[in-house]
């Protein structure tokens, strides 16, 4: 970056009153028992049904926050579907704005898939049917309202899906007792304990960091957990942070699936990286080792400020960390206790996993298609009117405008009214996907992919697995086709998963016919 270009932004910071990011409410000690989200089966008889709803949820002390959830004060249900099954949802909308509710790993078609274009007005309901095809996997719902979706998800309107395959079986299964969902979040609480989101300008450059660590809605909590292996269903659900997860005592995790399938057989890591939007599925030994134990993430650096201005100035960038407990600015996700009074169950490592995802059968490419993400340091264009518009509505709105930092995906960025591409369906496509600035969490709605390279090294499909959401730091390139139809009216959409990102404009959208 040019020295011009580097005053320049430092110039900025110094307007916005940069150094008020850092500095934390206080310090919250954590430690509550693990929230395990109630358990919905949404194929069951009937119709299940999702309310929006906004009230109020005390963190970690001092006063309430006004927060937003489905059903419940933060977040919401998981939604347990099943392959071969219709489920049939009521999604209403108690807000005072409009929501859309996007099934984020879900294959079905455009009209209900939840994009941006499928809006749920204040007071509105949005019925749908999801016909499940897909194998096991763990999979999640959100807001996606163009412009919104950063502040909406923080706020709390989230949830885990869970898709069931009566062909897959030997895994752990007893809901919040060896099968344990984990929504990792990390969010900004100010000196009164309420949630705050972006209301100082340098983190809407770039994107959105917490200080606190939230999983399930709890402050760094402890999960009890039986001497016997356990299976963790981990979400990055955090606006922009990446994720680097190992154990503090160095045991190993036991990955077992991946954002849209079950591996045919385990891969053994001692640490895993997840990036905004992407899930993973392990299975973790708790009858060996010590009795307690701590999930660790590394500190994130993956910010377009942060590595063109240089790590000094990272904590004015919003690149805000929680406390660190070890080395490398490593800080505690949640912690682990053995309970002698649960029951064991699985104490054996399967060598292989009934039900896994098939490998891809799609054929020969018939088309290239190449995505470049850019996040450009330039003043906002119109590609931001939505997230313009956006600033200041309801709760959580973002303030100012002007802003530095705008976002697109092969020089444009996102407009409503445009269709990027046209793919027509049973097509095998390999997408090109190219970053420059930093990495960036590639999602694709309506289907999964397979990753044949990264930066030039070829990828065997039981390394990662059927993928809807890869974190692109240089070059990837994706295997994918397309099952169901998507119109102009309610088109596909691909876009980075940095939520102030895409809200900013990086993001398209496509058609299937």
């Known amino acids: 970056m040019s020295a011009s270009r580097r005053t320049i932004l430092q110039a900025v910071l110094a307007g916005l009153g940069a150094p008020a990011l850092s500095g934390r409410a206080w310090a919250a000690p954590g430690g509550e028992a693990l929230p395990v989200p109630p358990l919905l089966d949404a194929d069951a008889a009937g119709i299940t049904t999702l309310t929006a709803i906004e009230t109020n949820h005390r963190f970690v002390g001092g006063r309430a926050s006004p927060t937003r959830g489905f059903d419940q004060p933060f977040l919401g249900p998981v939604l347990r579907l099943r392959r071969g099954s219709t489920a049939r949802i009521d999604v209403r909308n108690r807000l005072d704005e409009v929501l859309t509710v996007h099934w984020h790993g879900l294959h079905v078609p455009g009209d209900v898939d939840g994009g941006p274009h499928q809006e749920i007005a204040p007071g509105g309901r949005w019925s749908v049917a999801l016909e499940i095809e897909q194998h096991a996997s763990t999979a999640w719902y959100h ?182 407990v070890a080395a490398n600015g490593a800080f505690e996700v949640l912690g682990f206790e053995l309970d002698a009074t649960l029951p064991a169950g699985l104490r054996t490592l399967p060598d292989r996993i009934v039900g896994a995802a098939p490998l891809p059968d799609f054929g020969e490419a018939v088309r290239r298609r190449r995505f470049v993400l850019d996040g450009h340091m330039g003043m906002m264009g119109g590609g931001m009117g939505g997230m313009g518009r956006g600033m200041g509505r309801g709760m959580g709105g973002m303030a100012g405008s002007g802003m530095m930092g705008g976002m697109s995906i092969n020089g444009r960025a996102f407009e409503m009214h445009r269709i990027d591409e046209r793919v027509r369906r049973g097509d095998t496509e390999i997408w090109q996907v190219v970053t420059s600035d930093m990495a960036h969490p590639f999602h694709v709605h309506g289907t999964a992919f397979q990753v044949l390279s990264r930066n030039g090294r070829r990828l065997p499909f039981a390394e990662l697995g059927w993928k809807d959401t890869l974190l692109v730091d240089g070059e990837a390139e994706l295997l994918l086709r397309f099952a169901h139809r998507a119109s102009e009216r309610t088109p596909y959409m691909f876009h980075c998963h940095i939520l102030e990102h895409e809200d900013a404009g990086m993001m398209g959208q496509f058609t299937v016919a």
């Open 143 to 324: 807001s996606h309202v163009h412009g919104r979706t950063g502040p909406h998800v923080n706020a709390g309107l989230a949830g885990l899906l869970i898709i069931d395959d009566p062909a897959a079986a030997g895994l752990p299964s007893r809901w919040g007792v060896d099968d344990l969902p984990l929504i990792m979040q990390d969010r900004r609480l100010g000196r009164d304990g309420r949630l705050v989101y972006a209301n100082s300008g340098p983190a809407l450059m770039t994107d959105f960091r917490g200080d606190f660590m939230l999983v399930n809605g709890a402050h760094r909590p402890l999960a009890r957990v039986p001497s016997a292996l356990v299976r963790l269903r981990l979400l990055n659900g955090c606006n922009a942070r990446t994720l680097e997860l190992r154990f503090e005592d160095g045991r190993p995790m036991q990955q077992i699936a991946s954002d849209a399938g079950l591996f045919a057989a385990p891969v053994a890591r001692t640490s895993l990286t997840l990036a905004s939007g992407e899930r993973a599925e392990v299975l973790v030994d708790f009858a060996a080792g010590g009795r307690s134990t701590r999930l660790l993430s590394a500190a994130d650096r993956n910010s377009q400020m942060g590595r063109m201005i240089g790590g000094g100035m990272g904590g004015m960038m919003g690149m805000i960390d929680p406390p660190a």
